[in-house]
Nanobody, 115 residues
Framework: QVQLVESGGALVQAGGSLRLSCVAS????????FAWYRQAPGQYREFVGV???????KYGNALEGRASISRDNTKNTVYLQMNSLKPEDSARYYC?????????WGQGTQVTVSL
């Protein structure tokens, strides 16, 4: 059974940085691509970026060049580094495999950015 556990969210001041983690289990981690998403209250889930098995990445517009995704196949973990955070980045952040499996969304991790 595939399980995804996100962590690293926090309350930070605008301009700060955070690194989120997503630990995956029950899956051949190194063979899979993973994506990060975020969802603010009352908003649709928004694509942040994706990292494929060879480490190549592609980003959406959500964090406007302020995001960096990496992976550690020895730890079955995908990271999302976010810099120069803005209040509008406040959301719950989730990871999933690519293509998305609806049944395995985790609890996400909350990021709150204050002025």
């Amino acid at each position: 059974q595939v399980q995804l556990v996100e962590s690293g969210g926090a309350l930070v001041q605008a301009g700060g940085s955070l690194r989120l983690s997503c630990v995956a289990s029950g899956i051949s981690f190194s063979d899979n691509a993973f994506a990060w998403y975020r969802q603010a209250p009352g908003q649709y889930r928004e694509f942040v970026g994706v990292i494929i098995s060879n480490g190549a990445t592609k980003y959406g517009n959500a964090l406007e060049g302020r995001a960096s995704i990496s992976r550690d196949n020895t730890k079955n973990t995908v990271y999302l580094q976010m810099n120069s955070l803005k209040p509008e980045d406040s959301a719950r952040y989730y990871c999933n495999v690519v293509p998305t499996i609806d049944d395995i969304w985790g609890q996400g991790t909350q990021v709150t950015v204050s002025l």
